[in-house]
């Protein structure tokens, strides 16, 4: 038998639901039930902005399921490798691809550089499979729980991935912050609640009102970040690095003396 208290609050979702529904406020707020909204409109934004330098043959490097495959409808082709799931293009691994030199005019690879033990391997490999002039489009996070245990290696500031990219041969054209520590705050708090509370077994209320209680807490960290300016640490960087020219397409270079 459930209380009164349990019956009235029911009763009061479902009727603040009702309103929400035919105000249009139903769709905005449920968008920000999910208790990752945060980092997934940040990263898919960040990449949004930066799609002009995907053209031609796309390699997803570490695909999953291709998220974020509708934002390049300009490339001939998306093929996605990845060494696990079902619906890689090819399965392969990411150290080693295999693809021959100089085979794309795009490399994607998102959230997957913390779960290769030899990154610099991975970014070696996007080195080389890439076309002269052609693009690397990397995102890798700084502040994160761990997530797929026990692959799960490392996480990266600007500088480490500006290091590798350079490692690798490839030149830097931005590596950029997708937000500051008010959305970081924010988006660490409520997945962590999330995850510490939320595990499947709780009551039908519970499992609406927590998500609904950390929804303004997602809202307020994600305004606060825009009004602060990206300030202190991040959730993710996106990096964009391009393959130099080879040296017969690039301006000749003086080794002697002009008469
Ligand atoms: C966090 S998921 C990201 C998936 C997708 N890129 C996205 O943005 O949603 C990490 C992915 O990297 C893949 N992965 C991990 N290590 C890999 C490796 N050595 N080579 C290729 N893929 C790898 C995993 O199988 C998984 O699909």
Known sequence: MHSVAYRSARLCYRAGRTV??????????????????????????????????????????GCGEK????????????????????????????????FRDCSFETVLCNQVLEHVPEPWKL??????????????????????????????????????????AERSGLEVVEVVPTCGIWATV??????????????????????????AALAPVQIVGYRLDKWCGKRGDTLDYVLIA??????ADSAPVLTGHSA
């Open 20 to 61: 929400a529904k035919h105000t249009g406020f139903a769709g905005w707020f449920s968008d920000w039930t999910s208790p990752l909204h945060i980092t997934r409109t940040l990263l898919r934004d960040a990449l949004r902005q930066r799609t002009h330098y995907a053209r031609g043959w796309l390699l997803d490097v």
């Open 67 to 98: 998220p974020y495959r509708e934002l390049f409808p300009q490339v001939e082709r998306h093929i996605g490798v990845d060494s696990l799931g079902s619906t890689p293009d090819v399965y392969g691994d990411g150290m080693y691809l295999p």
């Open 123 to 164: 970014m070696d490999e996007a080195a080389r499979v890439l076309k002269p002039e052609g693009c690397l489009i990397l995102t890798a996070p700084q502040t994160w729980d761990l997530h797929h245990v026990p692959f799960d290696y490392y996480r990266y500031t600007c500088f480490g991935l500006k290091f590798l």
């Open 186 to 211: 924010a988006q660490r708090v409520t997945d962590t609640i999330t995850n510490t509370y939320l595990n499947g077994g709780q009551s039908f209320l519970v499992r609406k009102l927590i998500p």
């Open 242 to 247: 391009r393959k130099r020219p080879t040296t």
